[in-house]
């Protein structure tokens, strides 16, 4: 299942990967999430180590195991992704594949949150997370090649033109999840960039992560070879 031991185009390269949802706690027992499996992103991680890539993977909280040769750093919460992204650098790629979440509570509180009996419902106060991949772009230490992934319901391409430009990263990956839904198997990717778009194929998820190293590796082989 590997890929030829004299096929690795990324060999010398450093890749940080992160993949997964974010969990944002509300108290002890609870937490706000999102619909991301995470295999799109550990596929990712794998081909970039089968490619003779280093990598570095940020994981969220998803039950999958690490893939051969990534280095895995678990972690729970947006603010906790953030400063493990900043602590990988530096990085010759950076593919932000995880589905972070936009806004945690608040206050988190200590003790788990009671019902009092009278129907009264609590308030849930919402504060933004950083957004790591706009960091990322500003930040001092930028990856030559920022690539941030995009998960639509409608509008694909506009949407992600928009992202392109509004976060400063180099290439959005952008799929239609209404289309293949998160949690699945496959995808249909459009690699939308400033040269134009490349949509490819609805392929398994293993394939677009294959197919996206052989991508990744051709442009850094041409920023500095
Ligand atoms: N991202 C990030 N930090 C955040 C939110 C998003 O690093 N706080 C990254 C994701 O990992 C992804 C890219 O930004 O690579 C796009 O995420 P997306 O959720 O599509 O973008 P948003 O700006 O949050 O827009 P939306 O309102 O569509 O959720
Ligand atoms: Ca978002």
Redesign the pocket.
Same mark, same amino acid.
């Given at each position: 299942d590997f890929a030829p031991a004299n096929h690795r185009p990324l060999y010398g390269r450093r890749l940080l990967v992160?993949a997964g949802p974010?969990h944002e706690p509300i108290d002890p027992v609870r937490y706000i999430a999102n619909r991301s499996s995470g295999k799109q992103g550990f596929a990712i991680a794998a081909a970039a180590a089968e490619a003779g890539a280093e990598v570095l993977l940020v994981a969220g909280p998803v039950p999958l195991p690490t893939p051969p040769g990534v280095v895995r750093i678990d972690v729970e919460t $947006?603010v906790e992704? $953030?400063a493990e !992204?900043e602590a990988a650098l530096p990085a010759d790629a950076a @593919?932000? !594949? =995880? =589905? %972070? =979440? #936009?806004w945690r509570a608040a206050d988190t509180r200590a003790k788990k949150i009671k019902k009092d009996g009278s129907g009264h419902v609590p308030p849930l106060a919402l504060a /933004?997370?950083? #957004? @790591?991949? $706009? &960091?990322?772009a500003r930040s001092a230490k930028r990856p030559p090649l920022l @690539? &941030?992934? =995009? $998960? /639509?319901t409608n509008d694909v391409i506009d949407?992600a033109q928009a992202?392109l430009a509004?976060?400063g990263?180099d290439w @959005? %990956?952008?799929n239609d999840v209404s289309a293949d839904p998160m949690g699945g198997e496959t995808n249909r990717v459009h690699i939308v960039s400033k040269d134009g778009v490349d949509s490819w194929d609805r392929l398994p998820k293993q394939a677009v992560a294959r197919k996206l190293m052989e991508k990744i590796a051709d442009e850094l082989d041409k920023c500095s070879p």
């Open positions: 992160t974010t $947006a992704m $953030a !992204v @593919i932000m !594949v =995880a =589905a %972070v =979440a #936009d /933004e997370n950083p #957004d @790591i991949l $706009a &960091g990322l @690539i &941030g992934f =995009a $998960a /639509e949407h992202k509004r976060k990263c @959005i %990956v952008a």
